[in-house]
């Protein structure tokens, strides 16, 4: 034992990797105990010494945070909450780096997911810090991949499936007995615009998604058979004239992109990766860091997992659980709830304080997100508190029951509102004539709002927050809407518990706020998360119209 402790005082941070070698080499069975107690004591010494950590773009790392910016693990997920300063651990571990262990700032691979995000981070290191990293989407990223091997290819617009489906239904089809057929086997004779519109939808995810996956041609004849012993022979009979209808578009397509020589998001994904292990890497990247790691797709994660084999970079990812919203997508958090299984040493860190949230509200929330079974369970904390940090405001008229809320915060002198809703159009049914719109940001009566779906506000926060459309309806929160059963043969995450990921959303909503989040509900039908969120009337209140 008096050997094993030498050799661990002469070293700093023992990641898990080393630890494995101990071991292996001394035999003792509480390494983990010793190997804790020694990062324990380096944590506490070296927090004293790096004084940088005081002020990362004005504000201190707290222990949690510092704890991930001093680890030097092989791969790293880090469990952030909401309004946890996740972005701040990201800067403050890109500056340690740097400043502390003289990584060159070109040996920083950092990966957000919005160009938003992207410029924001670099806007904030290149204000505080004398000095630049690579900074990329994900599609960013494979385009540049792509440029290093002297791949070229034309973008295709963001509706270019969506036009080639039209094409497909207004051209071709028509002129061609067999589709005319399956389409009357899928919708019927007296089939509607609306149900024509849902079958064209449900294509463009089903494509889509079956690129995100990087799914071969082979594979529909896969889902054919899997189709005919799930279902009973009528709704066979209709998947089976969808998938035809499918398998022609998504060629229709393919052809489409060759004659533009053009790619979408999804190739520029799968072909950088296929250079990749062609052709290697010329940049060397040391250090991969990805924000908000819940929403990579499989391929996304395959591209990092091949970069990091290339570079034998260590890799640290920053997300939570809770948030994970783009399922739709090809997002998958198989990746995130079984980080330490898919990568080698890989090890967790969580930080608990919330700096946005008062206490009350992350109480609600959390016990609402964790009816969820599969999701991370997490403790946060906030100094903040307030009393009734959630408000219902139980009314029948919507116009009104808007009004009287903004003229509300509007009388406690609240500028910051943001109003959210479920789906795009939300806020149609909540505004009369004397709103006035430009380009969503609303004005009633000198009080000014921004209005956002609840997707796009992930990342954003407001002094004060107001949920509408929540509501006992199909498009609803929480949407009623059935996922088509042909999404489950391209979709590789599956639903644990009813609602899940329109709980995630409901969460990602109710923790926009600053201070209270107000949600409008109507009498009558009023939606299965209002009733189980007042049930709990500490933090919650009633408020009648």
């Known amino acids: 034992m008096i050997y094993i402790n030498e050799e ?13 070698i101990l071991r292996k080499k001394y035999k003792i069975k509480d390494i983990d105990k010793v190997v804790d107690m020694h990062n324990q004591e380096y944590f506490i ?14 504000y201190p790392l707290d222990d949690y945070q510092s704890k991930v910016v001093l680890s030097n693990e092989k791969a790293t997920l880090v469990v952030a909450g909401a309004g946890s300063g996740k972005s701040l651990t990201i800067i403050g571990k890109i500056v340690y780096l740097v400043n502390c262990c003289h990584i060159d700032p070109k040996d920083i691979l950092c990966i957000s997911f919005t160009n938003d995000a992207t410029i924001n981070l670099k806007n904030n290191i290149a204000k505080n810090y004398n000095f630049k990293i690579d900074i990329y989407t994900f599609h960013k990223l494979a385009l540049e991949i792509l440029k290093q091997n002297n791949k070229s290819f034309i973008i295709a617009p963001d509706n270019f499936l969506e036009e080639t489906i039209n094409k497909f239904f207004d051209s071709i089809m028509p002129n061609n007995k067999k589709y005319m057929n399956s389409l009357k086997i899928i919708l019927g004779k007296d089939y509607k615009d609306k149900e024509l519109n849902n079958l064209k939808r449900l294509i463009q995810t089903f494509i889509s998604l079956f690129k995100a996956n990087n799914y071969d ?35 229709l397509y393919e052809d489409e992109l060759s ?29 991969v860091i990805v924000d908000e790691y819940q929403d990579t797709s499989m391929t996304k994660f395959n591209l990092i997992k091949e970069i990091i084999r290339l570079t034998n970079a260590k890799f640290l990812a920053v997300g939570d659980d809770f948030q994970s919203i783009y399922r739709f997508t090809g997002c998958t958090l198989h990746l995130f709830l079984n980080f330490t299984k898919l990568l080698p040493y890989a090890k967790i860190f969580q930080i608990v304080n919330t700096y946005r949230n008062p206490q009350e509200l992350i109480n609600v929330a959390g016990k609402f997100i964790m009816k969820n079974k599969a999701q991370q369970k997490k403790n946060l904390v906030s100094h903040k508190h307030l009393e009734y940090p959630v408000k219902i405001l139980f009314s029948d008229n919507r116009v009104k029951a808007l009004k009287e809320l903004l003229e509300l915060i509007n009388s406690n002198k609240v500028e910051e509102i943001m109003v959210l809703g479920r789906n795009n159009k939300d806020i149609n049914k909540y505004i009369d004539k004397e709103f006035k719109n430009d380009n969503d940001m609303y004005t009633y009566k000198n009080i000014k709002f921004r209005y956002l779906t609840m997707h796009k506000s992930k990342g954003l926060e407001s002094e004060v927050v107001i949920l509408i459309n929540i509501e006992d ?9 059935k996922q088509e059963k042909l999404l489950k043969y391209v979709n590789k995450q599956k639903d644990y518990y009813k609602y899940e990921e329109e709980r995630r959303l409901f969460y990602v909503a109710l923790t926009r706020t600053k201070t209270i989040t107000y949600i409008i509900s109507p009498t009558k039908n009023q939606s299965v998360f209002v009733k189980e969120i007042i049930k709990d009337k500490k933090d919650v209140k009633t408020i009648n119209d």
């Open 45 to 58: 010494r070296k927090r004293k010494e790096v004084t940088l950590l005081d002020n990362i773009n004005g």
């Open 8 to 20: 661990i005082k002469q070293k700093e941070y023992i990641n898990l990797e080393e630890k494995e």
């Open 473 to 481: 309806s199909l498009i609803g929160m929480p949407t009623k809407i």
């Open 259 to 287: 004659k533009e020589q053009a790619i979408d998001f999804n190739d520029m994904i799968n072909k950088s990766l296929e250079c990749l292990k062609e052709n290697g890497l010329k940049t060397k990247w040391k250090y």
């Open 217 to 251: 041609l082979s594979y529909f004849k896969e889902i054919l058979k899997k189709i005919r012993f799930t279902i009973n022979y009528k709704e066979y009979r209709v998947n089976k004239n969808i998938l035809l209808f499918i398998i022609n578009i998504y060629l």
